[in-house]
Each structure stands twice: as structure tokens, then as C-alpha cells.
């Protein structure tokens, strides 16, 4: 089965850049959408489809994707900012959704 | 507004059967795939399955075959997703999901706020 891979954690100052990477093969040829998850609520869409934002959701928020890896950034780092982070993609193989191993991001 | 509205919370024995609602509402409910996503304790989000409310077909994870039936009722605009034999790992949450614009690559664009499923003997 397709797996995709995040890094653990990821640690970053107020104001400064966090990025995210999400790890799978060929990644670069599938739209992959990305997830916020604060604690005890559901997952919020901050991108999709590589690197479109929803309505609603802060230009700091943007992301790319190429080869085996996606990315999402998030410029000029908010405290509100610190959550778990999820890729997922749709993989045509299996024809099954696959989610990423998450990311957890803190704002020191 | 568009909304998802997940049944409430459920304690199982082990071996039991248990049936979760998510009434939606706010669009159309033939326009998009409704997704089932679970969360243990702690742990990440586990893609479950999917139908699409017109047809009625589904697409199951291979871990839930055989263990997990989804349906819809149309009238009520409402999708349910059946667990059986149930067992300690399936404590999670439980989330149902819209598309964001009616296709099976689409990002999951509104959830409902969960339900949670213990099972403990």
C-alpha cells in the first residue's frame, strides 16, 4: 500500500518559517491536500489540491509539491499556529485515500 | 451552511456492533463522496471507506473489509457506517467527511465534528 511519510515534529519561533515535508513515491504526479488539527477538534483543510488555500484560510498558509516530496509552509509562524499537520492523497493504485503519518508542529 | 452532523458518543463490548449517523446538510447530498476517517488515541487519521450518497456505491479500506458496511437514506440525507466484531482497537474517534468538489481525488473540505467509540469490556 502507498505510504506517506512526515517528519515526527517539527519546532519553530513566533514569526519565523515552519515546513512541513510529506514523503512518497512519485508524489510529485497526484494533488495532495493538506490538514490542520488542533486538539480535541476535527482536521481543517488549509490546502489542497498542492497548493490551492480554501476560503478563508491565511495566505501564510501555501504549499508545493514535486518529485517524491511535498511541501507546506507557514510563513511568519503564529502561537494559534501549533497543531498537528496531516498530507493525504488520493492513491489510483489501490483507489483508497491515504493519509500521512502527521507532523506535529510547536511554536517555542 | 453546509454542516455534518455525527451521532454521539458509544461504549461497545468487545464482539459487538456499532452504528454511527452523520446527518448532513446545506448541499446537495448526490453532489459529493462522503468519507468515514478514524482516530485512535494519540494516533494519526486512518482512512476507513467512502460512498457516494446517489448510487449508494462504496469503496472500503482493505484493513475494514469484511467488518465495515456503509449506507445512506437518501430521504434524511444521511450516511451510517456499521462496525461489527468489535475490539479494544477500535477505540477512536470516528469522522465523517465531504469532498470538496465531487470527485475521488478531492481534499476532504467539511467534517463532522466526530464521534467517539470505546470498546471496553
Known amino acids: 500500500s502507498y505510504v506517506l511519510t512526515q517528519p515526527p515534529s517539527v519546532s519553530v519561533a513566533p514569526g519565523q518559517t515552519a515546513t512541513i515535508t510529506c514523503g512518497g513515491n512519485?508524489?510529485?504526479?497526484?494533488?495532495v491536500h493538506w490538514y490542520q488539527q488542533k486538539p480535541g477538534q476535527a482536521p481543517l483543510l488549509v490546502v489542497f489540491?498542492?497548493?490551492a488555500r480554501p476560503s478563508g484560510i491565511p495566505e501564510r498558509f501555501s504549499g508545493s509539491n514535486s518529485g517524491h516530496t511535498a511541501t507546506l509552509t507557514v510563513s511568519r509562524v503564529e502561537v494559534g499556529d501549533e497543531a498537528d499537520y496531516y498530507c493525504h492523497v488520493w492513491d489510483s493504485s489501490s483507489d483508497h485515500q491515504v493519509f500521512g503519518t502527521g507532523t506535529r508542529v510547536t511554536v517555542l | 451552511q453546509v454542516q455534518l452532523e455525527q451521532s454521539g458518543a458509544e461504549v461497545r463490548k468487545p464482539g459487538a456492533s456499532v452504528n454511527i449517523s452523520c446527518k448532513t446538510s446545506?448541499?446537495?447530498?448526490?453532489?459529493?463522496?462522503m468519507h468515514w476517517v478514524r482516530q485512535a488515541p494519540g494516533q494519526g487519521l486512518e482512512w476507513m471507506g467512502l460512498?457516494?450518497?446517489?448510487?449508494?456505491?462504496?469503496n472500503t479500506a482493505q484493513k475494514f473489509q469484511g467488518r465495515v458496511t456503509m449506507t445512506r437514506a437518501t430521504s434524511v440525507n444521511t450516511i451510517y457506517m456499521e462496525m461489527s466484531s468489535l475490539t479494544s482497537d477500535d477505540t477512536a474517534m470516528y469522522f465523517c467527511?465531504?469532498?470538496?468538489?465531487?470527485?475521488?481525488?478531492?481534499?476532504?473540505?467539511?467534517w463532522g465534528h466526530g464521534t467517539m467509540v470505546a470498546v471496553s469490556s
Open positions: 446545506g448541499f446537495g447530498f448526490s453532489d459529493h463522496y
Open positions: 460512498i457516494h450518497p446517489k448510487s449508494g456505491d462504496t
Open positions: 489540491d498542492d497548493s
Open positions: 467527511a465531504r469532498d470538496f468538489y465531487g470527485d475521488y481525488s478531492a481534499a476532504f473540505a467539511i
Open positions: 512519485n508524489l510529485g504526479t497526484q494533488s
